[in-house]
C-alpha cells in the first residue's frame, strides 16, 4: 500500500526564478500584452525535490521569457495593454470546468498536467514546518471547495493533526510562481471534522475543513457540486488530481497541477483486483470505498491523497459531481490495479448534515 502522507514535502517558494538574459522592455502578465505569442506557457512540471524538501536548483529549466517570470512576457512599452481581468464571479454554478484553461496556451511537456483554471474546485492543504531553520509552507494534500467556507478532504490528510491549524490555497496551479492571471487565496482552517467512525483501517476515510473565513469567488476559485445520494458512476470516465509524485518509486512531487483521468470500477472487479496482490486473496474492501484506475502508468500517486475525483454530470458535461477522494493504492499505476477512492455519494448525508450543522448553506454545491 503507498503511504497515505508523503514522505517529501513539496515546499512553497514566494520568489521568482529568472535566468541571467535581460527583458529589453518591461516584464508583464501574459494577458497584458498585445504581441502575438505572448500567451504561450512552456510546460516543465517534473522538477525534483530533495530529501530536504527543497527544490533542486542544479535542475531546474522554466524556460523563462528574456528574464521575465515564466508567467510573464517581455513586451515593449507600446505593447503593454490594460488587464481586461475586472468581471465580478459568484458561487452560483458548481462543478463548472474551465476545460480550455484560463488564458495561456499549454505549449511543451503538457500531458498530464491540468490547464491553467481547468479545475477551479481543487484546494492544496498545507502546514508550516521549520524546514531549514526557516519557516516554510509545506503541501500535505489536496482538497476540494464546497462551499466558500467548506472544504473536502480525507481523513488521513489531516488526522494526525487535528487539533493544530492547517492553511487552504485556493485558485493555485504552479507553486514556483504567483504571476498567474488570477491571484491565490489562503485561508486559515478554523475546524476540522474528522468522519467518527474513520479508524486505523482508514475506513470512512473523510474529512471536513471549515475555514476562519470564506473564501472569495474568482474565475479560478469555484465550488464543485455533491452527487444525489444513491447515483452510480461505474464505467465512467473522470478526472482526479492535485500536485503529488509522478511515479511510486523515485517519483517527485509536481510544481503545477496534474490532470489525471481514470474510469470508475465497481465495487466487486475493484475487490478482485486488489486480491490478486499482496492483500491477498482474503481482503475485503470497505463499503465507504469506491474506485477507479487500473490503466498501467496513469494513475495518482502519493502527494495526491485528499484530491476529488470529479465526473461529468450526465444532464450537463460541462459540470462535474465530486464521486470520490483519493485515499490509498497498491504502488502507482499497476496495470489492472485501481486505486482506492472515499466514496463520496455514500457520504452525502453526512456531508450535508454536518453543513446543516454549521449553519452553511448547501446550495454551493448542489445541481442545477
Same mark, same amino acid.
Given at each position: 500500500m503507498k503511504k497515505l502522507v508523503p514522505i517529501v514535502a513539496l515546499v512553497l517558494f514566494t520568489g521568482r526564478f529568472v535566468d541571467s538574459q535581460e527583458c529589453i522592455g518591461k516584464c508583464v502578465k501574459k494577458d497584458e500584452c498585445r504581441l502575438a505569442g505572448s500567451s504561450d506557457v512552456f510546460v516543465v512540471p517534473m522538477l525534483p525535490v530533495t530529501q530536504a524538501g527543497t527544490l533542486d536548483g542544479d535542475f531546474i529549466d522554466l524556460r523563462l521569457d528574456e528574464g521575465c517570470d515564466r508567467l510573464e512576457t517581455c513586451c515593449t512599452e507600446q505593447d503593454?495593454?490594460?488587464s481586461a481581468i475586472k468581471e465580478q464571479y459568484s458561487f452560483d454554478k458548481c462543478g463548472e470546468r474551465n476545460q480550455n484553461g484560463i488564458g495561456y496556451r499549454l505549449t511543451g511537456h503538457?500531458?498530464?498536467?491540468a490547464e491553467y483554471g481547468e479545475f477551479p474546485w481543487t484546494l492544496m492543504v498545507l502546514k508550516t514546518q521549520m524546514v531549514v531553520d526557516i519557516? @516554510?509552507?509545506v503541501y500535505l494534500c489536496g482538497a476540494s471547495l464546497i462551499a466558500p467556507n467548506l472544504a473536502l478532504t480525507a481523513a488521513h490528510c489531516v488526522v494526525n493533526f487535528k487539533?493544530?491549524?492547517?492553511?487552504?490555497?485556493?485558485?493555485?496551479?504552479?507553486?514556483n510562481t504567483d504571476r498567474e492571471l488570477y491571484a491565490t487565496q489562503t485561508r486559515e482552517t478554523s475546524e476540522i471534522i474528522i468522519h467518527e467512525n474513520y479508524n486505523k483501517h482508514h475506513h470512512n476515510n473523510i474529512a471536513l475543513l471549515r475555514f476562519d473565513k470564506p473564501f472569495t469567488a474568482n474565475k479560478n476559485v469555484q465550488t464543485i457540486c455533491l452527487p444525489p445520494a444513491g447515483t452510480n458512476f461505474d464505467g465512467q470516465e473522470c478526472f482526479t488530481g492535485a500536485w503529488g @509524485?509522478?511515479?511510486?518509486?523515485?517519483?517527485k512531487l509536481q510544481n503545477i497541477l496534474r490532470r489525471v483521468e481514470v474510469p470508475v470500477v465497481p465495487h466487486g472487479p475493484c475487490q478482485s483486483a486488489f486480491q490478486s496482490t499482496r492483500l491477498g486473496s482474503g481482503f475485503k474492501l470497505h463499503d465507504s470505498y469506491t474506485c477507479a484506475g487500473g490503466e498501467e502508468n496513469v494513475d495518482v500517486c502519493t502527494g495526491d491523497g485528499g484530491a476529488p475525483l470529479a465526473c461529468a454530470i450526465p444532464e450537463d458535461s460541462g459540470r462535474y459531481y465530486q464521486v470520490g477522494i483519493v485515499a490509498w493504492g497498491i504502488g502507482c499505476g499497476q496495470k489492472g490495479i485501481p486505486g482506492a477512492y472515499t466514496d463520496v455519494? @455514500?457520504?452525502v448525508p453526512w456531508i450535508r448534515n454536518k453543513m446543516t450543522a454549521l449553519g452553511i448553506d448547501a446550495k454551493t454545491s448542489t445541481f442545477p
Amino acid at each position: 500500500m503507498k503511504k497515505l502522507v508523503p514522505i517529501v514535502a513539496l515546499v512553497l517558494f514566494t520568489g521568482r526564478f529568472v535566468d541571467s538574459q535581460e527583458c529589453i522592455g518591461k516584464c508583464v502578465k501574459k494577458d497584458e500584452c498585445r504581441l502575438a505569442g505572448s500567451s504561450d506557457v512552456f510546460v516543465v512540471p517534473m522538477l525534483p525535490v530533495t530529501q530536504a524538501g527543497t527544490l533542486d536548483g542544479d535542475f531546474i529549466d522554466l524556460r523563462l521569457d528574456e528574464g521575465c517570470d515564466r508567467l510573464e512576457t517581455c513586451c515593449t512599452e507600446q505593447d503593454v495593454i490594460p488587464s481586461a481581468i475586472k468581471e465580478q464571479y459568484s458561487f452560483d454554478k458548481c462543478g463548472e470546468r474551465n476545460q480550455n484553461g484560463i488564458g495561456y496556451r499549454l505549449t511543451g511537456h503538457k500531458v498530464g498536467v491540468a490547464e491553467y483554471g481547468e479545475f477551479p474546485w481543487t484546494l492544496m492543504v498545507l502546514k508550516t514546518q521549520m524546514v531549514v531553520d526557516i519557516d @516554510k509552507e509545506v503541501y500535505l494534500c489536496g482538497a476540494s471547495l464546497i462551499a466558500p467556507n467548506l472544504a473536502l478532504t480525507a481523513a488521513h490528510c489531516v488526522v494526525n493533526f487535528k487539533n493544530e491549524k492547517y492553511l487552504v490555497r485556493a485558485g493555485e496551479w504552479d507553486t514556483n510562481t504567483d504571476r498567474e492571471l488570477y491571484a491565490t487565496q489562503t485561508r486559515e482552517t478554523s475546524e476540522i471534522i474528522i468522519h467518527e467512525n474513520y479508524n486505523k483501517h482508514h475506513h470512512n476515510n473523510i474529512a471536513l475543513l471549515r475555514f476562519d473565513k470564506p473564501f472569495t469567488a474568482n474565475k479560478n476559485v469555484q465550488t464543485i457540486c455533491l452527487p444525489p445520494a444513491g447515483t452510480n458512476f461505474d464505467g465512467q470516465e473522470c478526472f482526479t488530481g492535485a500536485w503529488g @509524485k509522478d511515479k511510486f518509486k523515485q517519483g517527485k512531487l509536481q510544481n503545477i497541477l496534474r490532470r489525471v483521468e481514470v474510469p470508475v470500477v465497481p465495487h466487486g472487479p475493484c475487490q478482485s483486483a486488489f486480491q490478486s496482490t499482496r492483500l491477498g486473496s482474503g481482503f475485503k474492501l470497505h463499503d465507504s470505498y469506491t474506485c477507479a484506475g487500473g490503466e498501467e502508468n496513469v494513475d495518482v500517486c502519493t502527494g495526491d491523497g485528499g484530491a476529488p475525483l470529479a465526473c461529468a454530470i450526465p444532464e450537463d458535461s460541462g459540470r462535474y459531481y465530486q464521486v470520490g477522494i483519493v485515499a490509498w493504492g497498491i504502488g502507482c499505476g499497476q496495470k489492472g490495479i485501481p486505486g482506492a477512492y472515499t466514496d463520496v455519494v @455514500k457520504f452525502v448525508p453526512w456531508i450535508r448534515n454536518k453543513m446543516t450543522a454549521l449553519g452553511i448553506d448547501a446550495k454551493t454545491s448542489t445541481f442545477p
